[in-house]
């Protein structure tokens, strides 16, 4: 295993020989690899196969056009988002206009000069790390960094569709922490928080790798466990359950903090619409408070039972 950096392609559909030559000694200065295309088809294969960091497009190409290859990018979810310049031949206004109303971030003539288009080129991938990253942060609390209540109604359907594709097993369990907001009314706010993102701590420290953990609002949290049944989750869950019953709270020392579980295993009715599989966990979540709080509850469907001790 190398440890090396991860590269920054960037793809350079253009048929010209002698600008991708031009191109790529130019930008393997600036630490990024150079992958060319001869023709719209084969950039658009290109793209398609390995997504880029940045497309360098040229508009004068055999068969499909620049523009017709940035429609095609544009249409395309899993391309529309990946960063295009333009560099064509043509300095006419009407093709500028034309590139950028139709999505490239950017339109540079040829001849280019190098180090205009590189700077130009850092430009482009520094706005699009920033877009990256604020899509990410849409879908994290604020609060504990966990996923958002956003972001779980994506991967739920997500991990749905996966699970039912290759008859995996998956559990969906909703968490939520006794008497929260008691905790809020006693000692505050701020303690309250405190709570909130040392529950957070737990569930990031006792999930296994492929488990995701979400903060649905308020106290409320979801835990997404592929390829796991319903008793393998409960090993996990009590794990969890028994970790924050063991935290001393340096505000409130002798006030512990305990919480409810409900696991499911299917949607109610047997289906495999996300509503159905939370209104399951959502069923045994309440069982669990019901039956005395600081406990997990489990969800077949409609049927609810007690999680073996
Ligand atoms: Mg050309």
């Known amino acids: ?47 398609l196969a390995d997504p880029p960091a940045l497309i360098l497009l ?29 560099l064509s031949g043509s300095d006419d206004a009407k093709d500028k206009v034309r590139g950028l109303d139709m999505g490239a971030v950017d339109y540079v003539c040829k001849p280019f000069d190098h180090y205009e288009l590189s700077a130009r080129l850092r430009v482009a991938l520094r706005t699009q790390r920033l877009l990256e990253m604020l899509a ?3 879908q994290i609390d604020g609060l504990t960094g966990l996923w958002n209540r956003e972001h ?4 739920l359907a997500d991990a749905l569709a996966t699970s039912a594709r290759h008859g995996a097993p998956l ?10 907001k008691s905790v809020n009314d006693t000692y ?32 409320e949290f979801a835990l997404l466990l592929p390829d796991t049944t319903v008793e393998e989750s409960i090993a996990v869950l009590e794990r969890i359950r028994a970790s924050l019953a063991g935290v001393c709270w340096p505000r409130h ?3 512990a903090i305990t919480c409810s579980f409900g696991v499911a295993d299917r949607g109610v009715g047997g289906s495999w619409e996300p509503s159905a599989w939370m ?25 609810i039972e007690p999680a073996p001790c």
């Open 1 to 47: 295993m190398s440890g090396s950096a991860p590269v920054t392609r960037v793809l350079a559909i253009d048929d010209s020989e002698d600008i991708h030559a031009i191109l790529r000694a130019r930008l393997e200065r600036e630490g990024l690899v150079l992958e060319s295309a001869a023709s719209g088809a084969e950039g658009l294969a290109a793209v």
């Open 58 to 86: 040229d508009l004068g190409l055999p068969g499909m056009d620049g523009f017709e290859v940035l429609r095609h990018l544009k249409d395309n979810d899993r391309t529309h988002s990946i960063p295009v310049i333009v």
């Open 136 to 138: 990410r942060r849409a």
């Open 152 to 155: 779980f109604d994506a991967r």
């Open 171 to 180: 559990a969906l369990a909703y968490g939520d922490l006794d008497h929260f």
């Open 188 to 219: 505050g706010h701020s303690a309250g928080d405190a709570v909130l993102e040392g529950f957070a701590d737990i569930l990031l420290g006792e999930l296994r790798e492929a488990d995701v953990a979400f903060r649905l609002g308020g106290e």
């Open 253 to 255: 020392p002798d006030r």
């Open 279 to 303: 209104e399951a966990a959502d069923k045994a979540l309440y069982a669990a408070k019901n039956a005395g709080r600081d406990r997990v509850m489990i969800a077949h469907g409609e049927e």
